[in-house]
């Protein structure tokens, strides 16, 4: 897809994927909207800064009136958060806080931007996480999981625009580092941002069907793909319950 002049609106785009991605769709020509409540420090023309608090609904809607074009190619829904807590212990602060900004705000930019997206891209940076259940970080992959199945349920209905969802693995951003604060972990064997950035590049210059799911992977994360889940299926004709294949 040629980029120069296109229409983005990037959420998150302050710090880690969400800034590598602003910084990729500016060096091509894009002009860039990107929504964040810390200011996304571009010295670029093309750049308009929206300060928007992703977790009130009012602040969404305010951001998106301040777009002055109307039309938006390509809408990146990035921003997210991830606390650790107990998947039975946890505060309805974490929860709410979880959900709105990984789930509900990538739903209330698509429904206030509509009238904008014809013929446009709303690409979703989810996770890998959505498949693999893990107890301290149970609201983060949950979250994840109903994100990808609600998008799901938009294409169904609503075909103006092609959604594609990317889930990475583990990238090195400023919230991973912060979540594994004083604790071990291979830092060289996982994604960086901008393999991110590549996979937006080829999902955009891509042919690939409306409503597909694109796993983020490397070497060390091969077995992160490998199918997990059992589900056993109750057949009411046979009176059996077998695999499902």
């Known amino acids: 897809m040629e980029l120069k002049d296109k229409v983005v609106v990037i959420t998150g785009s302050s710090s880690g994927i969400g800034k590598a991605i602003t910084e990729f769709f500016l060096k091509n020509g894009a002009v860039v909207y990107g929504f964040s409540r810390r200011n996304s420090d571009f010295n670029n023309d093309n750049f308009h800064w929206i300060e928007c608090d992703l977790l009130n609904e009012e602040s969404i809607i305010e951001g998106i009136s301040k777009i002055s074009d109307t039309h938006v190619d390509i809408l990146i829904n990035n921003a997210g958060y991830l606390e650790q807590c107990d998947s039975l212990n946890f505060s309805k602060e ?3 806080k979880t959900f709105q900004l990984n789930m509900i705000a990538p739903v209330l930019m698509v429904q206030n931007l509509l009238t904008k997206l014809k013929d446009s891209v709303v690409i979703n940076i989810s996770s890998i996480s959505d498949r693999l259940g893990d107890n301290m970080y149970a609201l983060y992959c ?3 999981a109903a994100l990808n199945i609600y998008f799901d349920s938009i294409s169904t209905k609503y075909k103006d ?3 594609y969802s990317i889930l990475p693995d583990y990238v090195d951003t400023p919230m991973l ?3 594994m604060e004083g604790k071990y972990f291979d830092w060289n064997s ?3 941002t901008s393999d991110i950035v590549d996979t937006v590049k080829i999902v955009l210059d891509s042919d690939l069907p409306n409503n597909v799911r694109v796993a983020v ?3 060390h ?3 992160d793909v490998e199918p997990i889940e059992e589900l056993f299926v109750y ?3 046979s009176k059996k319950i077998e695999k499902g294949k």
């Open 142 to 144: 949950s979250s994840k």
């Open 221 to 223: 994360m091969i077995e």
């Open 177 to 179: 580092r912060k979540d």
């Open 161 to 163: 625009f092609k959604i």
């Open 235 to 237: 057949n009411s004709d």
């Open 217 to 219: 992977i490397n070497n």
């Open 94 to 96: 974490v929860f709410e």
């Open 190 to 192: 996982i994604l960086k």
